[in-house]
């Protein structure tokens, strides 16, 4: 299916958001995820269901300086 991941499109076959997360690459468990504008929980990630044109935020902390 089709989404929008940080603003990129993407194609996934994950049905929920933890599985497409993986399947994009983002294993890290110092993530926070938001799904069409709305915070989701890592601990809610893997029921919560992911349908065609959903929009997904992901946040990682970054090093450096």
Not at 13 to 33: C, I, M, N, R
């Amino acid at each position: 299916m089709k989404i929008l991941v940080n603003s990129e499109p993407h194609d996934v076959t994950g049905p929920t958001l933890a599985l497409a997360l993986v399947e994009l690459g983002y294993t890290s468990a110092a993530l926070a995820t938001a799904l069409n504008g709305q915070f989701v929980s890592r601990d809610a990630r893997a029921s919560q269901p992911l349908e065609a044109g959903d929009r997904i935020e992901v946040l990682a902390p970054m090093q450096g300086g």
